[in-house]
Nanobody
């Protein structure tokens, strides 16, 4: 059974940092794009960042310079370092794997999803 399990969410003050992790099991995703999305209450799921098998990274414009995505293929794990967090970034953050084709910035392109980890940024 394929599973993506996120961890590292929690409560942080505005301007603070959090590091999210996503551990995959059940199959290897070393050749897949691994991405992070987030969904705030009442809003659609939005793209945060993604990373290719070779380490190429892509970010939503508002995250550039503050968020860093990385991966450890040997551990089948992807990370998201988030700095200078803002209250409006309070959301459930999801890890996802894209094993096929499709735009890397669209949630519909990703085949596997974790259950999400909640991030709350207080003002």
């Amino acid at each position: 059974q394929v599973q993506l399990v996120e961890s590292g969410g929690g409560l942080v003050q505005a301007g603070g940092s959090l590091r999210l992790s996503c551990a995959a099991s059940g199959r290897t995703f070393s050749s897949a794009f691994m991405g992070w999305f987030r969904q705030a209450p009442g809003k659609e799921r939005e793209f945060v960042a993604t990373i290719s098998w070779s380490g190429g990274t892509y970010y939503a414009d508002s995250m550039k310079g503050r968020f860093t995505i990385s991966r450890d293929n040997a551990k089948n794990t992807v990370y998201l370092q988030m700095n200078s967090l803002k209250p409006e970034e309070t959301a459930v953050y999801y890890c996802a794997a894209r094993t096929g084709r499709g735009s890397i910035g669209y949630a519909s392109s990703y085949d596997y999803w974790g259950q999400g980890t909640k991030v709350t940024v207080s003002s």
